[in-house]
T-cell receptor
Framework: QQQVKQSPQSLIVQKGGISIINCAYE??????FPWYQQFPGKGPALLIA?????SEKKEGRFTISFNKSAKQFSLHIMDSQPGDSATYFC???????????FGKGTSLLVTP | GAVVSQHPSRVICKSGTSVKIECRSL??????MFWYRQFPKQSLMLMAT?????????EQGVEKDKFLINHASLTLSTLTVTSAHPEDSSFYIC????????????FGDGTRLSIL
């Protein structure tokens, strides 16, 4: 059973545009929400993470927005670049360092 | 920092062979490591939690006699796929986080296992 639902499955954005990926969860015990970026043939790399006590976290061009009451969180990639083309996974766990429950992933293509 | 190394990166072998995959934390110690499995264009599914000095904890539906896990030190966990068959072909990825808890997990670059 997928504990974290992610959408869209795929996304095409023009260079310079904003990429937005959404995730939703049901388990209120989740307390840690990271986003990972994965290139073909590689393991996931941690991009940015948030805990429920804040509503937004920004690191460079990447921003997580978190809505605790709606049990939703999203990743915004500003000024998207072709090098951002990859698969993005949202995840959740009951604590940092615990096993992660992953969304199904979003394949992002940024066109020149 | 927080580098996780996996070896080998790719294995191709015949059906019935047992294959061992190593996961090492290079610059930190980890009492817990995690093993995931990923099919093409799909998400990562947790297989088991590897605990240093004790038995691994397997997720429902994962055969513990098929996927043997050993976590003999604070920097090394191994996954052995015993008597592998074509349906075991997949991308196996490990992760670990530094001791002390509350640290994010870092992933290895995975092992592509192909069983002929």
């Amino acid at each position: 059973q997928q504990q974290v639902k992610q959408s869209p499955q795929s996304l095409i954005v023009q260079k310079g545009g904003i990429s937005i990926i959404n995730c939703a969860y049901e388990n209120t015990a989740f307390d840690y929400f990271p986003w990972y970026q994965q290139f073909p043939g590689k393991g996931p790399a941690l991009l940015i993470a948030i805990r429920p006590d804040v509503s937004e976290k920004k690191e460079g061009r990447f921003t997580i927005s978190f809505n605790k009451s709606a049990k939703q969180f999203s990743l915004h990639i500003m000024d998207s670049q072709p090098g951002d083309s990859a698969t993005y996974f949202c995840a959740a766990s009951s604590r940092t360092g615990y096993a992660l429950n992953f969304g199904k992933g979003t394949s992002l293509l940024v066109t020149p | 920092g927080a580098v996780v190394s996996q070896h080998p990166s790719r294995v191709i072998c015949k059906s019935g062979t047992s294959v061992k995959i190593e996961c090492r934390s290079l610059d930190f110690q980890a009492t817990t490591m995690f093993w995931y499995r990923q099919f093409p264009k799909q998400s990562l599914m947790l297989m088991a939690t590897s605990n240093e000095g004790s038995k691994a904890t397997y997720e429902q539906g994962v055969e513990k006699d098929k996927f043997l896990i050993n976590h003999a030190s604070l920097t090394l966990s191994t996954l052995t796929v015993t008597s592998a068959h074509p349906e075991d072909s997949s991308f196996y990825i490990c992760s670990a986080g530094p001791l002390g808890g509350n640290q994010p997990q870092h992933f290895g670059d995975g092992t592509r296992l192909s069983i002929l």
